[in-house]
Protein backbone atom coordinates (compact mmCIF):
# COMPACT_ATOMS: atom_id res chain seq x y z
CA UNK A 1 0.00 0.00 0.00
CA UNK A 2 1.36 3.04 -1.01
CA UNK A 3 1.38 5.12 1.98
CA UNK A 4 0.50 8.64 2.29
CA UNK A 5 2.84 11.48 3.01
CA UNK A 6 0.76 12.80 6.40
CA UNK A 7 -1.77 10.74 7.84
CA UNK A 8 -4.27 12.88 10.14
CA UNK A 9 -5.78 11.09 12.66
CA UNK A 10 -8.95 10.80 14.91
CA UNK A 11 -10.60 9.14 17.03
CA UNK A 12 -11.08 6.20 14.75
CA UNK A 13 -7.56 5.63 14.72
CA UNK A 14 -6.74 2.27 15.95
CA UNK A 15 -8.76 0.81 13.02
CA UNK A 16 -6.29 3.16 10.87
CA UNK A 17 -3.51 1.53 12.64
CA UNK A 18 -4.22 -1.51 12.10
CA UNK A 19 -3.49 -0.81 8.04
CA UNK A 20 -0.75 1.94 8.32
CA UNK A 21 2.85 1.92 9.28
CA UNK A 22 2.88 5.07 10.70
CA UNK A 23 2.23 4.65 14.17
CA UNK A 24 5.56 6.15 15.28
CA UNK A 25 4.18 9.36 14.42
CA UNK A 26 1.96 9.47 17.52
CA UNK A 27 3.46 10.64 21.16
CA UNK A 28 1.13 9.44 23.90
CA UNK A 29 -0.27 13.32 25.31
CA UNK A 30 1.64 12.45 28.76
CA UNK A 31 2.21 16.13 29.68
CA UNK A 32 -0.80 18.20 30.84
CA UNK A 33 -0.34 21.05 28.51
CA UNK A 34 1.63 21.25 24.93
CA UNK A 35 2.41 24.24 22.95
CA UNK A 36 0.98 25.00 19.51
CA UNK A 37 -0.33 27.73 17.48
CA UNK A 38 -1.33 27.86 13.74
CA UNK A 39 -1.81 30.81 11.93
CA UNK A 40 -1.54 32.70 8.56
CA UNK A 41 1.83 33.69 9.12
CA UNK A 42 3.49 30.45 9.42
CA UNK A 43 5.71 29.26 6.85
CA UNK A 44 4.12 26.01 7.02
CA UNK A 45 0.53 27.21 6.27
CA UNK A 46 -1.97 24.81 4.62
CA UNK A 47 1.17 22.09 3.81
CA UNK A 48 -0.80 20.06 6.02
CA UNK A 49 -3.99 20.05 4.06
CA UNK A 50 -2.50 17.89 1.16
CA UNK A 51 -2.21 14.09 0.32
CA UNK A 52 -4.08 12.69 3.03
CA UNK A 53 -5.68 9.68 4.20
CA UNK A 54 -8.55 11.70 5.87
CA UNK A 55 -11.41 9.38 7.02
CA UNK A 56 -14.99 10.97 7.48
CA UNK A 57 -17.39 9.90 9.87
CA UNK A 58 -21.18 10.68 9.32
CA UNK A 59 -21.28 13.67 10.67
CA UNK A 60 -18.39 15.31 9.35
CA UNK A 61 -19.94 14.35 6.15
CA UNK A 62 -23.34 15.98 7.23
CA UNK A 63 -21.67 19.34 8.19
CA UNK A 64 -19.87 19.93 5.02
CA UNK A 65 -23.15 18.80 2.53
CA UNK A 66 -24.89 21.19 4.58
CA UNK A 67 -22.29 23.77 3.70
CA UNK A 68 -22.01 22.63 0.28
CA UNK A 69 -25.58 22.82 -0.41
CA UNK A 70 -25.54 19.64 -1.81
CA UNK A 71 -27.42 16.21 -1.10
CA UNK A 72 -25.50 13.50 0.33
CA UNK A 73 -25.19 11.36 -2.74
CA UNK A 74 -23.75 14.52 -4.76
CA UNK A 75 -21.39 15.04 -1.92
CA UNK A 76 -20.58 11.18 -1.87
CA UNK A 77 -19.65 10.86 -5.60
CA UNK A 78 -18.10 14.60 -6.15
CA UNK A 79 -15.62 13.99 -3.03
CA UNK A 80 -15.26 10.84 -1.49
CA UNK A 81 -13.97 7.53 -1.96
CA UNK A 82 -14.69 4.37 0.21
CA UNK A 83 -13.12 1.32 0.97
CA UNK A 84 -13.23 -1.28 3.61
CA UNK A 85 -12.05 -0.81 6.85
CA UNK A 86 -13.63 -1.06 10.72
CA UNK A 87 -13.06 -5.28 11.65
CA UNK A 88 -12.42 -4.78 7.89
CA UNK A 89 -16.16 -5.34 6.80
CA UNK A 90 -17.68 -2.17 7.67
CA UNK A 91 -17.09 0.96 4.59
CA UNK A 92 -15.52 3.84 5.20
CA UNK A 93 -15.42 7.35 3.79
CA UNK A 94 -12.69 9.04 2.85
CA UNK A 95 -12.06 12.49 1.47
CA UNK A 96 -10.94 12.76 -1.87
CA UNK A 97 -7.72 14.68 -2.27
CA UNK A 98 -7.34 17.22 -6.03
CA UNK A 99 -5.14 15.33 -8.09
CA UNK A 100 -5.41 18.40 -10.42
CA UNK A 101 -4.12 20.41 -7.55
CA UNK A 102 -1.05 18.22 -6.12
CA UNK A 103 -3.35 15.74 -4.08
CA UNK A 104 -4.54 18.96 -1.93
CA UNK A 105 -7.87 18.82 -0.24
CA UNK A 106 -10.05 20.25 -2.39
CA UNK A 107 -11.21 22.51 0.26
CA UNK A 108 -7.96 24.22 1.02
CA UNK A 109 -7.57 27.54 -0.64
CA UNK A 110 -3.96 30.40 0.47
CA UNK A 111 -6.27 32.03 2.59
CA UNK A 112 -6.88 28.58 4.84
CA UNK A 113 -9.60 26.14 4.49
CA UNK A 114 -12.78 27.45 3.03
CA UNK A 115 -14.91 24.76 5.18
CA UNK A 116 -13.55 26.30 8.26
CA UNK A 117 -16.58 26.45 10.50
CA UNK A 118 -17.70 22.50 9.14
CA UNK A 119 -14.25 21.07 9.02
CA UNK A 120 -14.34 17.48 9.92
CA UNK A 121 -13.26 16.41 13.31
CA UNK A 122 -9.97 14.88 12.54
CA UNK A 123 -9.01 18.39 10.95
CA UNK A 124 -10.07 20.41 14.14
CA UNK A 125 -8.50 17.81 16.94
CA UNK A 126 -5.13 17.93 14.73
CA UNK A 127 -2.19 18.43 16.30
CA UNK A 128 -3.71 15.64 18.44
CA UNK A 129 -5.04 12.49 17.70
CA UNK A 130 -7.81 10.80 20.31
CA UNK A 131 -7.97 6.90 20.13
CA UNK A 132 -11.26 5.75 21.89
CA UNK A 133 -12.31 2.11 22.25
CA UNK A 134 -15.66 1.76 23.08
CA UNK A 135 -15.87 -0.81 25.74
CA UNK A 136 -19.61 -3.28 25.49
CA UNK A 137 -20.82 -4.45 28.67
CA UNK A 138 -22.63 -7.19 29.40
CA UNK A 139 -26.07 -5.70 28.72
CA UNK A 140 -26.28 -5.29 24.57
CA UNK A 141 -26.50 -1.25 24.47
CA UNK A 142 -24.34 -0.44 27.76
CA UNK A 143 -21.25 0.96 26.87
CA UNK A 144 -18.68 3.26 27.81
CA UNK A 145 -15.35 4.65 25.86
CA UNK A 146 -11.84 4.53 27.27
CA UNK A 147 -9.40 7.10 25.50
CA UNK A 148 -6.25 8.21 24.89
CA UNK A 149 -4.69 11.33 23.15
CA UNK A 150 -1.35 11.64 21.66
CA UNK A 151 0.87 13.96 19.48
CA UNK A 152 1.17 14.21 15.85
CA UNK A 153 4.37 14.61 15.71
CA UNK A 154 5.13 16.08 12.08
CA UNK A 155 8.30 17.43 11.47
CA UNK A 156 6.81 20.06 8.25
CA UNK A 157 4.72 21.58 10.94
CA UNK A 158 5.88 24.30 12.75
CA UNK A 159 3.02 25.19 14.64
CA UNK A 160 5.28 23.00 17.83
CA UNK A 161 7.74 26.03 17.71
CA UNK A 162 4.98 28.30 19.22
CA UNK A 163 4.82 29.88 22.32
CA UNK A 164 1.22 29.29 22.93
CA UNK A 165 0.31 26.65 25.77
CA UNK A 166 -2.51 24.58 25.91
CA UNK A 167 -4.42 22.52 27.82
CA UNK A 168 -5.67 19.41 26.21
CA UNK A 169 -9.48 20.32 27.76
CA UNK A 170 -8.66 23.73 26.41
CA UNK A 171 -7.74 22.66 22.64
CA UNK A 172 -10.77 20.38 22.43
CA UNK A 173 -13.23 23.25 23.57
CA UNK A 174 -11.37 25.87 21.21
CA UNK A 175 -11.37 23.32 18.50
CA UNK A 176 -15.26 22.48 18.80
CA UNK A 177 -14.20 18.90 19.01
CA UNK A 178 -16.46 17.68 22.07
CA UNK A 179 -20.06 18.44 19.98
CA UNK A 180 -18.48 15.87 16.78
CA UNK A 181 -17.11 13.36 19.39
CA UNK A 182 -21.00 13.45 21.30
CA UNK A 183 -22.54 13.47 17.73
CA UNK A 184 -20.34 10.70 16.83
CA UNK A 185 -20.17 8.26 19.70
CA UNK A 186 -23.34 5.97 18.87
CA UNK A 187 -22.05 4.89 15.46
CA UNK A 188 -18.60 4.71 17.11
CA UNK A 189 -20.80 1.69 18.90
CA UNK A 190 -21.71 0.41 15.93
CA UNK A 191 -18.78 0.21 14.05
CA UNK A 192 -16.88 -1.37 17.06
CA UNK A 193 -19.56 -4.35 17.19
CA UNK A 194 -18.15 -8.06 16.34
CA UNK A 195 -21.03 -9.15 16.42
CA UNK A 196 -22.27 -11.87 13.36
CA UNK A 197 -24.40 -10.25 10.92
CA UNK A 198 -26.06 -13.31 9.44
CA UNK A 199 -25.22 -15.45 5.62
CA UNK A 200 -23.49 -13.83 3.15
CA UNK A 201 -26.66 -12.65 1.37
CA UNK A 202 -27.46 -10.92 4.99
CA UNK A 203 -24.15 -9.43 5.63
CA UNK A 204 -24.35 -8.57 1.88
CA UNK A 205 -27.61 -6.22 2.73
CA UNK A 206 -27.06 -5.19 6.05
CA UNK A 207 -23.44 -3.28 4.67
CA UNK A 208 -25.94 -1.62 2.03
CA UNK A 209 -28.26 -0.52 4.72
CA UNK A 210 -24.56 0.76 6.79
CA UNK A 211 -23.51 2.57 4.07
CA UNK A 212 -27.02 4.54 3.73
CA UNK A 213 -27.93 4.69 6.92
CA UNK A 214 -24.40 6.62 8.02
CA UNK A 215 -23.28 8.23 4.98
CA UNK A 216 -26.13 8.93 2.68
CA UNK A 217 -28.53 10.26 5.08
CA UNK A 218 -30.85 12.14 2.20
CA UNK A 219 -31.49 8.35 0.62
CA UNK A 220 -31.88 7.34 3.61
CA UNK A 221 -34.62 9.60 4.54
CA UNK A 222 -36.25 8.58 1.13
CA UNK A 223 -36.18 4.99 2.68
CA UNK A 224 -38.09 5.98 5.39
CA UNK A 225 -40.92 8.37 4.15
CA UNK A 226 -41.05 6.52 0.29
CA UNK A 227 -40.89 2.82 1.24
CA UNK A 228 -43.51 0.57 3.41
CA UNK A 229 -41.23 1.06 6.55
CA UNK A 230 -43.79 3.77 8.24
CA UNK A 231 -46.00 0.81 7.55
CA UNK A 232 -43.61 -1.91 9.27
CA UNK A 233 -42.23 0.06 12.21
CA UNK A 234 -44.34 2.87 14.20
CA UNK A 235 -42.48 6.37 14.85
CA UNK A 236 -44.08 8.51 17.18
CA UNK A 237 -45.19 11.76 15.11
CA UNK A 238 -42.91 14.10 16.20
CA UNK A 239 -40.01 11.66 15.59
CA UNK A 240 -41.57 11.61 11.85
CA UNK A 241 -41.66 15.53 12.13
CA UNK A 242 -38.18 15.73 13.22
CA UNK A 243 -36.20 13.20 11.04
CA UNK A 244 -37.95 14.67 7.93
CA UNK A 245 -37.08 18.15 8.36
CA UNK A 246 -33.74 18.22 10.45
CA UNK A 247 -30.59 15.92 9.22
CA UNK A 248 -29.29 16.17 13.00
CA UNK A 249 -32.14 14.16 14.19
CA UNK A 250 -32.36 11.79 11.48
CA UNK A 251 -28.33 10.86 11.40
CA UNK A 252 -29.50 9.89 15.25
CA UNK A 253 -32.27 7.85 14.44
CA UNK A 254 -29.85 6.27 11.74
CA UNK A 255 -27.63 4.76 14.46
CA UNK A 256 -30.90 3.81 16.36
CA UNK A 257 -32.02 1.94 13.02
CA UNK A 258 -28.73 0.20 12.59
CA UNK A 259 -28.25 -1.23 16.11
CA UNK A 260 -31.23 -2.51 15.44
CA UNK A 261 -31.49 -3.87 11.87
CA UNK A 262 -27.51 -5.00 11.93
CA UNK A 263 -27.70 -6.70 15.22
CA UNK A 264 -31.25 -7.06 16.49
CA UNK A 265 -30.48 -4.07 19.35
CA UNK A 266 -34.17 -2.49 20.71
CA UNK A 267 -32.30 -0.68 23.23
CA UNK A 268 -33.29 2.63 21.86
CA UNK A 269 -36.93 1.65 22.67
CA UNK A 270 -39.40 4.43 21.91
CA UNK A 271 -38.08 5.06 18.31
CA UNK A 272 -38.09 1.55 16.88
CA UNK A 273 -41.47 -0.31 17.94
CA UNK A 274 -42.71 -3.37 15.01
CA UNK A 275 -46.65 -3.03 14.40
S1 LIG B 1 1.34 24.81 11.73
FE1 LIG B 1 0.96 22.64 11.38
S2 LIG B 1 -1.29 22.57 11.36
FE2 LIG B 1 -0.73 24.71 11.01
S3 LIG B 1 -0.59 24.94 8.80
FE3 LIG B 1 1.46 24.44 9.52
S4 LIG B 1 1.54 22.21 9.23
FE4 LIG B 1 -0.61 22.76 9.23
S1 LIG C 1 -11.09 20.21 5.31
FE1 LIG C 1 -10.08 22.16 5.67
S2 LIG C 1 -8.72 21.82 7.42
FE2 LIG C 1 -9.31 19.81 6.63
S3 LIG C 1 -7.72 19.21 5.22
FE3 LIG C 1 -9.29 20.26 4.01
S4 LIG C 1 -8.71 22.40 3.95
FE4 LIG C 1 -7.50 21.44 5.56
Not at 24 to 36: G, H, I, P, S, W
Not at 41 to 49: A, P
Not at 62 to 70: D, E, F, S, T, V
Not at 124 to 131: E, G
Request: hydrophobic residues 35%.
Amino acid sequence: MQMPKRLRKDRLIRQLMEETDNNNLLNLLEKETFCFSCHKNISCFTECCAKLHLVLTPYDILRIKIRLGLKSQDFLSRHTYTRPMYHKIFPAVLLKMDKEKGDRCPFVTKEGCNIYEDRPGACRIYPLARASKAMVGSNRGATSSKEKFFIVSESHCLGFQEKRSWSLAEWLDHEGVSTYNNMNDKWLEIIAQSLPMGTKEELTRKLQMFFMASYNLDRFRDFIFDSNFLNVFQLPAQVRKDIKNDDTSLMMFAFDWLKFSLFGDKSSGLIIQQL
